[in-house]
């Protein structure tokens, strides 16, 4: 039985294109399927001169191909309410206490109120201070504060970021919000790994030779160079995708599924990974790169793009080895890897157990030999597993074939299924942070990718540190020498592109 939610929704940022893209239709969404229905408002504020009249208007077109019954759409833009907002003005939160009273008696929203922070994260600290001074945290409901990421640019300023907020709000009511983590086939990771013993039983050092984690761009920067110069790719994916990605497939069985309970598993899982101290340790472990354009295509390189510095070292690529100091998992690496304008759009887990320790199959003269068992979980644009499997081919002798068994999610499913932003709205709604990420986690990875950076920080462009690669390849030769030093390669099946081949057969 689907259960009404009662809350008052105010953006921060409302004229953003997080809201425009992600937040409206996820909350339409929640509004079709009956999460949110008649008592819910929301509020948009923003510096822009704004009617409501004209916010109901970017509402429908944000929502517009979500549409089945315009009358439906209409009722549900008629809950938003948009205010001219300038965040560090006092005397503008005046104006948002009255509204927020105003809506809170029309709908009978029982003082639940949840703000959302769709805008720089430099405001996060000031509208958190200012909601409280001004009186908008209520006593007679729930308040909840979700904020995107970057949380901080490193452990210091996340760490002040986060006092200013404890200011007004407790721990248990901050939602740091990792789209990620509202992804399908993420939340699988823990399903797939708890629920088969087949798995479960095999899922340590003895039996797995190392896990591979690839998020992957084929675009560049595109209108986001400003921001991508003063961040990068450790900052941008590795400090809160990726680690968190690494802490699910590391972190010991939780008692529950009880959100505290993952949490705490999550944090010790962080805390067991190697930091890096030395410039040595970095560069053994970690590599970074910048894309150098494509001629052929029309590509120009990261130096070339919009509001990027000429001489920048800023890292666009970035491939690492992850260890990690615990009984569990002591000895196998977690490669890591993401860029932009890479050679295809995908986000995957590959997890590679240890081959047989005797292969008795030929190996010479065949067109394929054994190969170690691959898990792999798809995330996007596929959702779904396959598993790499040896058989002996049809016929005389004994010539291996590597098969694929896999179970992909069709169009129908993936379009049913709830969208990243829908599935942590509704979490958020419900109070429950399995999803969201705790502090410490937020610490724990700062304490990891700050030590990475800090060398990287120390080494100009002629130190031979920053390596370039192609666009539109999978990065640069390092990175592949990364895993051939320990004997091992990036399992770089295309099951995207041979997927689809096989789907446009079955359908001609």
């Not at 893209?21 to 949110?36: A, N, Q, T």
């Not at 003082?111 to 720089?120: D, E, H, I, K, P």
């Not at 958020?428 to 990475?452: A, K, M, Y």
Request: net charge negative; charged share 25%; proline share 3%.
């Amino acid at each position: 039985m689907i259960t009404q939610n009662t809350a008052l929704f105010t953006i921060f940022g409302a004229t953003g294109d997080l809201a425009h893209r992600k937040l409206y239709p996820s909350l339409f969404r929640l509004y079709k399927k009956g999460f949110i229905r008649d008592n819910f408002a929301v509020i948009g504020t923003a510096r822009r001169e704004w009617t409501d009249a004209y916010y109901h208007e970017v509402v429908l077109d944000s929502i517009k191909d979500l549409i089945e019954d315009p009358e439906e759409a209409k009722k549900f833009a008629s809950h938003f309410y948009y205010l001219s907002h300038n965040v560090t003005d006092s005397a503008h939160y005046v104006h948002l206490k009255d509204l927020s009273e105003k809506l809170d008696k029309k709908y009978d929203l029982q003082g639940n109120r949840l703000f959302y922070l769709a805008m720089a994260p430099e405001f996060f600290g000031i509208i958190a201070e200012r909601l409280k001074l001004e009186g908008l945290i209520t006593t007679d409901g729930f308040n909840r504060l979700i904020i995107e990421k970057p949380f901080g640019r490193d452990y210091e300023s996340a760490d002040q970021l986060n006092k200013q907020l404890r200011r007004s709000f407790e721990e248990n009511q901050i939602f740091r919000i990792d789209h990620y983590l509202g992804k399908e086939m993420v939340q699988n990771i823990s399903a797939v790994r708890f629920s088969n013993m087949i798995f479960e039983s095999l899922w340590n050092n003895k039996y797995i030779d190392n896990v591979q984690v690839t998020l992957s761009e084929t675009v560049g920067v595109e209108d986001r160079g400003g921001y991508y110069d003063n961040n990068g790719a450790l900052r941008d994916m590795v400090q809160n995708h990726i680690l968190q990605i690494v802490a699910l497939l590391v972190m010991e069985p939780p008692l529950s599924l009880k959100g505290e309970d993952i949490r705490n598993e999550k944090i010790k899982a962080l805390r067991s990974l190697r930091l890096y101290d030395t410039p040595e340790e970095v560069n053994r472990n970690f590599i970074r790169a910048q894309y150098a354009g494509n001629a052929e295509e029309g590509l120009v390189g990261y130096r070339e793009e919009p509001n990027v510095n000429p001489e920048s070292i800023t890292e666009t690529f970035v491939a690492g080895r992850i260890q990690v100091d615990n009984f569990r998992w002591k000895g196998v690496p977690f490669y890591i890897r993401t860029g932009k304008q890479l050679a295809s759009k995908e986000t995957y887990i590959h997890i590679q157990f240890k081959h047989v320790a005797m292969n008795i199959f030929p190996t010479e003269n065949v067109s394929e030999v054994a190969e170690p068992n691959v898990l792999t979980i798809h995330i996007s644009p596929l959702e779904g597993f396959s598993l790499r499997l040896n058989a002996k081919r049809v016929g005389q002798g004994t010539e291996m074939k590597n098969i694929h068994m896999h179970h992909i999610y069709d169009e129908d499913t993936q379009l049913n299924s709830p969208e990243a932003y829908e599935r942590l709205l509704l979490d958020c709604l419900n109070g429950d942070p399995t999803n969201f990420s705790h502090w410490d986690e937020v610490s724990q990875s700062w304490h990891f990718v700050d030590r990475i950076r800090k060398v990287w920080d120390e080494q100009d462009a002629s130190s031979g540190s920053l390596f370039e690669y192609e666009s539109h390849t999978m990065g640069p030769k390092e990175s592949d020498e990364l895993l051939a030093k320990d004997g091992f390669h990036w399992n770089q099946f295309n099951w995207t592109e041979s997927y689809l081949k096989k789907k446009a057969i079955e359908t001609e």
